[in-house]
């Protein structure tokens, strides 16, 4: 797992569990799952983003699509918003229009 911490806050990426993970005080809070494509190996799949709900509304899901975002951006590699989080906030975020594919039918 690779990461960076503020405070009591740590958010990480889990290669085996195919994961971004937000972790309070140890704890798991939230994660955003992706999916790696064969046949498009420069692409990674935001497919899911959740928040435990006792840290819901604290801005912790913003935190972890941008984590994630910036990791695949600097893996060079583009991302593919599935999940209605993750392109919601990649949608008001032009900082990373130029590293975003739309899924057919989802702008």
């Not at 140890?26 to 494509?37: D, I, K, Q």
């Not at 935001?46 to 695949?72: C, N, P, Q």
């Not at 229009?97 to 057919?104: A, E, I, L």
Request: aromatic residues 10%.
């Amino acid at each position: 797992m690779t990461g960076r911490s503020r405070d009591e806050l740590h958010l990480s990426h889990n290669l085996d569990h195919s994961r971004y993970e937000l972790r309070i005080g140890g704890e798991l809070a939230g994660t955003a799952e992706y999916a790696e494509y064969i046949e498009e190996p420069d692409s990674v799949a935001l497919t899911h983003t959740v928040v435990r709900e006792k840290f819901r509304h604290r801005g912790y899901s913003s935190m972890l699509v941008r984590f994630a975002a910036e990791d695949i951006i600097a893996s060079g590699r583009r991302i593919k918003p599935y999940c209605s989080y993750a392109a919601s906030y990649l949608g008001k975020h032009g900082e990373f229009s130029h590293h975003v594919s739309w899924p057919q039918g989802s702008r």
